[in-house]
């Protein structure tokens, strides 16, 4: 019965009465079944038998310290410097660990709070397909707008880091709203890269008038001529460049590009 009371005593005087941390180890009392009486557990000792080790302990958040101590387990160094756990507290290694020099212990200590926040809630996009449209234009019909949401967690935390965040309730003070998009389903898709550099090709070649046509055999705001226009599938768009809108003749100027770089264009 008395080696029964011990064990139950270290075990209280780390843990704590009250089940929450303490600054010193206080006895603590059991019931024994047969006899149908309270007793008191002796106070728990720590075994400070073993050969003096150094080891490194560190307590909740604060800085690591480094120790000397005879403590033959983990649970010995605890109780040796008065350090207790709450109920949900937690220490690496476990307490039945037998001390190693070097080791290093560290004491989890574990929060949790409840807090309510304001957050936003993103919106939805729906997209359209548009057949009068081109193929990689796209048109807002509707903009999305963020909604807001008050929402309750309940946050663990470990010595001070995050460890589990659970949302217990919301409240949603405003809807988003869904963000609807036509995209263009016609015809060969558009490439509109590098749009800075045909800018500022065009304002060289044709001063950036891209439905230019002066008879010298070169068309529009790149000034294509018609058999390069025609070997790149400008084609696919327009019989000349000139009647090509703008992202017509940029994405006929990037297949150039894949082929021969900026090399076809002097201004480049």
């Not at 139950?8 to 704590?16: D, E, F, K, N, R």
């Not at 709450?86 to 001390?99: F, M, N, R």
């Not at 068309?219 to 400008?234: A, E, I, P």
């Not at 000139?242 to 894949?258: D, F, I, M």
Request: aromatic share 6%; charged share 20%; net charge positive.
């Amino acid at each position: 019965m008395k080696k029964t009371l011990i064990g139950l005593a270290l075990t209280l005087a780390l843990v704590g009465a009250s089940g929450t941390p303490a600054d010193a180890i206080v006895p603590a009392g059991t019931v024994d079944a047969t006899a149908s009486v309270t007793t008191t557990a002796p106070a728990a000792t720590p075994n400070l038998s073993g050969k003096l080790k150094s080891v490194t302990l560190k307590v909740g958040t604060a800085k690591a310290k480094r120790i000397k101590t005879r403590a033959v387990t983990v649970a010995d160094v605890l109780l040796a410097r008065q350090i207790t756990l709450g109920p949900d507290d937690y220490v690496k290694p476990a307490l039945s660990t037998v001390l190693k020099k070097k080791m290093k212990i560290t004491v989890y200590r574990v929060v949790t709070v409840t807090t309510t926040v304001t957050e936003k809630i993103p919106f939805a996009v729906t997209k359209i397909p548009n057949n009068t449209m081109r193929k990689g234009t796209t048109k807002v019909i509707t903009p999305g707008q963020l909604g807001s949401a008050e929402r309750t967690y309940t946050i663990t935390t470990a010595n001070g880091k995050v460890t589990a965040k659970v949302k217990v309730s919301e409240n949603v003070l405003l809807a988003p709203v869904t963000k609807v998009v036509e995209v263009g389903t016609k015809g060969k898709a558009l490439n509109l890269a590098r749009m800075k550099l045909w800018n500022r090709i065009a304002r060289c070649e044709s001063g950036g008038r891209w439905h230019i046509n002066t008879g010298n055999g070169y068309y529009g705001g790149l000034q294509f001529n018609l058999g390069t226009w025609r070997s790149n599938g400008g084609r696919d768009f327009a019989s000349y460049p000139h009647k090509a809108s703008k992202a017509e003749q940029v994405t006929v100027a990037n297949r150039l590009y894949a082929k021969r770089g900026t090399r076809p264009w002097s201004c480049a």
